[in-house]
């Protein structure tokens, strides 16, 4: 199985500063077809998890622009360019290349200082 | 609007059985794969299975390989997960999750499932 691992495991932030998220993979996440199955998860507390980023660096519909995803191969980054309150919440990786099974990182806990 | 919307939890002594269900709006049902995701109390997101578009093939964790039987009926827009054999590790929210782009373009609000005697 690919064992996801992110970093920092809690990040604690001021408002309007920026924050970034590593999440490195066991293997390439590198698909035999080129596409790398890499995305990105926001759950706010008492909420569903909602998708922000798919394959590595595109944004779903109605996510913010402050939101971007980098990376290759076995290292990947979510950045958000200036924190605000509502982005508070558990933020995980997963991969979707070498499934089953889908794997997610452990979660990196965002938090306002 | 897409809308997944799960139910069926509940509290269910170990080695019982509990089907959950999600319906779906808002999208061409029949067009995506589907998945079942879990999360235990105060932990993390964990795959459970996964559902081609027409049901013709299904994949599953091993945790719950034998166990746990995802099934659909696209007619109705249905999304279904029976469990069996149920022990107090599976007890978690289950979250229904579309597959556009992969999987978790959209989510259910989850069900909570109580595995105890």
Known sequence: DVVMTQSPLSLPVTLGQPASISCRSSQSLVHSNGKTYLNWFQQRPGQSPRRLIYKVSNRDSGVPDRFSGSGSGTDFTLKISRVEAEDVGVYYCMQGTNWPPYTFGQGTKLEIK | ???????????????????????????????YAMHWVRQAPGKGLVWVSRIHKDGSSTTYADSVKGRFTTSRDNAK???YLQMSSLRADDTAVYYCAGDKDGLGDSWGQGTLVTVSS
């Open chain 2, 77 to 79: 827009n249905m999304l």
């Open chain 2, 1 to 31: 609007e897409v809308q997944l919307v799960e139910s069926g939890g509940g509290l269910v002594q170990p080695g019982g059985s509990l089907r959950l269900s999600c319906v779906a709006s808002g999208f061409t049902f029949s067009s």
